[in-house]
């Protein structure tokens, strides 16, 4: 069985952690988040992966290489132009084959059970299989409709105010036979659960909803990006994160942070819930708190996307707030 990594995305709002880099290309705990995708596919013996490319394309084959150190066995294919989650398919039609696929977001950190999810795709006789969870926090995922076993439609963002029972929402696993693409416009942009799922499904066809267990981890903001590698972090009983060559000075006050490689933290500095990029140095005496920090010349001449948030020079580096 083969698998396809959707890494194509700007990130724009993890931006300026995405300056020099792509989203899934992003270190998680010194892993690129791309990594933990490629490792769960092997954990289930998907060994034949294919990752789309279209921002800092060589980001993703340089966090990547040829999949090896992974368990996977990788191709990668191009987007000139971005071409949507399903147009994304259709680009990679012929690298897909002619059985059944597993197609994954490249964001992701979980361990559901696909093994189990792949059960009910050959149970229900499904064209297409989404991997859903409740969501009880109603964090602005978009909620599905089911209906025995089905996928029946894709609402907007879930009420605030508590129904009795959480709403459904998809977790950006899904599985897929090569039929599908008889939905899919051809050589153009076009999203799955907008112009593919409820054609397919006004059509007849059977999408079935897995509803998956465990873990699983959404890195689509800084804010999630933070609180996702400590909550990691907590769960091997640390709070700090260091990459290679960082030096903390022994008179600095630093917790619940995420340091790259080659920071600097200079005598009485402190720092609290804080992301520090490749290379940043925070001053001696200098506090920052709840905010990402990268060098400013990473984003010097750069236009900052349109869903970027906010940041600020300061000194050496260009300072992000976190919004809580």
């Not at 590698?229 to 700090?240: N, Q, T």
Request: proline content about 6%; some cysteine.
């Amino acid at each position: 069985m083969k698998a396809m990594i959707l890494a194509a995305g700007y990130g724009e709002r993890l931006w300026p952690l995405t300056a020099d880099r792509t989203k899934p290309a992003l270190p998680v705990l010194g892993k690129p988040l791309v990594g933990y995708v490629a490792e769960y596919l092997a954990k289930f013996g998907i060994k034949d992966v294919i990752v789309n490319l279209h921002h800092r394309p060589d980001s993703v084959r340089a966090a990547l290489g040829d999949g090896s150190q992974f368990g996977v066995k990788l191709q990668y294919v191009h987007e000139p132009e971005i071409l949507g989650t399903s147009g994304a398919l259709d680009n990679a039609r012929e690298l897909l084959g002619s059985e059944t696929f597993v197609v994954i977001n490249g964001k992701l950190i979980t361990d559901i059970d696909l093994q189990a999810a792949l059960e009910t795709h050959r149970k229900q006789n499904a064209l297409a299989t989404l991997v859903l969870r409740r969501n009880a926090a109603r964090e602005r995922f978009s909620v599905v409709q089911t209906s025995n076993g089905l996928v029946t439609r894709f609402a907007g963002m879930p009420e605030p105010v508590a129904p009795a029972e959480a709403p459904l929402m998809f977790t950006g696993i899904q599985i897929l036979e090569p039929r599908l693409f008889d939905y899919i416009p051809r050589k153009r942009f076009s999203h799955s659960t907008v112009d593919v799922y409820p054609r397919a499904i006004a059509s007849g066809e059977k999408i079935a909803a897995h509803i998956g267990e465990g873990t699983w981890y959404e890195l689509s903001t800084l804010q999630r990006y933070l609180d996702i590698s400590l909550a990691l972090l907590r769960s091997r009983g640390k709070d700090l994160y260091a990459g290679h060559t960082v030096f903390i000075d022994p008179q600095a006050d630093v917790r619940e942070s995420i340091l790259w490689n080659n920071v600097v933290v200079e005598k009485g500095a402190r720092l609290r819930r804080a992301i520090l990029g490749d290379g940043v140095c925070v001053r001696a005496g200098e506090e920052i708190e709840n905010a990402a920090v990268v060098r400013a010349r990473v984003v010097a001449r750069i236009t900052p996307p349109a869903k970027a948030p906010s940041g600020v020079i300061e000194g050496d580096n260009f300072v992000v707030p976190l919004s809580r």
